[in-house]
């Protein structure tokens, strides 16, 4: 990496360290912890590691965080407005307007809160094993050895002997080389001092961003290694759930830190580079936001917590594919436009009501003639409803979405449920409806008429 490093100052008057490599679009990775940019370029391998791989094509900016590597050590705050701030006065001082983030690890919930505080700012958010909030360990043996692991820092974090550190070196980078173990140790050593690293811990413990994760409006894709144990997947599929539209792709690695030696790195590498590329696309070429009387369209694959319980998370996740895959053909063979996905489910637009209709109705079809012979049936529910919502940056917004996904809700397996206004739009059209009645959905002071649309 670059050793051209320069200094900022944060609003509380912190000195943070930070430096650019590559040529190309902005891209901000923000580091989790244990970092030193001096370091950086003694990495084994550098150029095919995650650093060197995205800086082929993008200015890849990397910062230490309070307390850490060049920047002020001897810091004992670190809640998260603290490291946003730190993130703040980087993008700041390197004159970045807009641009693109890559939140690893710890430095995930600084990216997320970023990304919701100043939507304005941010093009892509890109997240890679992190979490939303901090769970503790499961079971006992997991608790001993998470205690373990935080016993073994004070006494020996800043030894010249490894040993010590060893403990974290082999949950963050099981699956590597002995260049880079040794590598990784020195790394945590030259990073922080003890006392530096357990206050760290101490914040870390409170973090929880579920809330501000909901309200992010950027285009966001999460990757998590199926094998993580620094993180564990189910974290990284629960960021993924929470972020509206966000996408998520799962990698066969054990690695949290993905280095040169890993061929998920490579796979890491150019799956942001391709979202990022994508996305700017689809900004460029994406007609405008639907105005007028538009059709709204939820699916929701039922039980999918219990499923990914059940299953676990790669099977769970090969489901969502197959919910995708029925989904995305029916939207383009009746003209839908793809808003966003909810994690478990696909929310989308139509000019008319006819057309969602038949899409719904597809996805049903064709669901049930794939769960015929599969091992695991997917099954899906569906809503509908329609009006003016609010348009902004591809996204739709108001209580004629809200009531689309209340619909949804109501829903049971396997059912298409649609309010009266898409009954009545589709009047003639061909369609079997079936009368529910009236309920009263959440949010809302007045009854809504909903039907049942026939598609065996």
């Not at 995930?108 to 890109?126: E, I, S």
């Not at 974290?235 to 280095?259: C, M, Q, T, W």
Request: charged letters at 20%.
């Amino acid at each position: 990496m670059n050793t051209d490093v320069q200094f900022c100052t944060t609003a509380d008057g912190v000195t943070i360290a930070y430096t650019a490599m590559g040529n190309g679009p902005p891209l901000v990775q923000v580091l989790g912890w244990t970092t030193h940019l001096e370091l950086y370029e003694t990495l084994p391998d550098f150029a095919t590691s995650i650093w060197g791989l995205l800086a082929r094509h993008r200015t890849f900016y990397a910062y230490d965080g309070r307390g850490f590597g060049l920047s002020d050590r001897g810091i004992r705050d670190f809640n998260l407005d603290a490291k946003v701030s730190d993130l703040e006065a980087v993008v700041n001082a390197a004159g970045l307007d807009k641009f693109d983030i890559f939140g690893t690890s710890e430095g995930g919930p600084t990216a997320m809160a970023f990304a919701n505080r100043h939507p304005g700012r941010v093009k892509h958010l890109t997240l890679l094993g992190t979490f939303a909030r901090t769970v503790r360990p499961e079971t006992p043996e997991a608790l001993a050895e998470a205690q373990l692991r935080i016993m073994a820092i004070k006494p020996g974090w800043g030894k010249d002997t490894p040993e010590y550190r060893q403990l974290w070196t082999m949950q963050f980078i099981p699956d590597s080389t002995q260049e880079e173990y040794r590598w990784f140790n020195e790394l945590q050593r030259r990073s922080a001092d003890a006392d530096t690293v357990l206050a760290m811990m101490a914040d870390l413990i409170k973090i929880d961003v579920r809330k501000e994760a909901k309200q992010i409006k950027v285009p966001t894709l999460v990757i998590h290694a199926r094998g993580d144990s620094a993180v564990p997947f189910e974290r990284g599929r629960e960021v993924a759930a929470l972020i509206p539209g966000a996408k998520f792709l799962s990698v066969d690695s054990s690695n949290h830190v993905p280095l040169a030696s890993q061929p998920a790195t490579r796979q890491i590498a150019d799956a942001i580079e391709q979202f990022l590329a994508d996305s700017d696309h689809a900004r460029a070429t994406v007609p405008a936001a639907p105005s007028g009387l538009v059709t709204i369209l939820f699916t929701d694959i039922v039980s999918s917590t219990a499923l990914t319980q059940a299953l676990g998370d790669a099977h769970a996740q090969d489901l969502v594919r197959r919910h995708n895959s029925a989904v995305r053909d029916a939207l383009k063979a009746h003209n839908g436009t793809e808003i966003k996905h909810t994690g478990d489910g696909i929310m989308a637009s139509f000019p008319v009501a006819s057309g969602a209709l038949a899409a719904a109705v597809a996805v049903q079809r064709r669901l049930a003639e794939e769960n015929a012979s599969a091992e695991t049936p997917v099954t899906v529910r569906i809503g509908l409803s329609a009006g003016e919502p609010l348009a902004e940056e591809g996204d739709l917004y108001g209580a004629t979405v809200q009531l689309a996904a209340r619909v949804c809700d109501k829903a049971a397996a396997g059912q298409i449920v649609v309010s009266n206004v898409v009954r009545e739009l589709a009047m003639g059209k061909g369609f079997a409806f079936a009368d529910l009645g009236d309920f009263v959905p959440k949010g809302f002071e007045d009854a809504v008429h909903v039907y049942e649309v026939s598609w065996a």
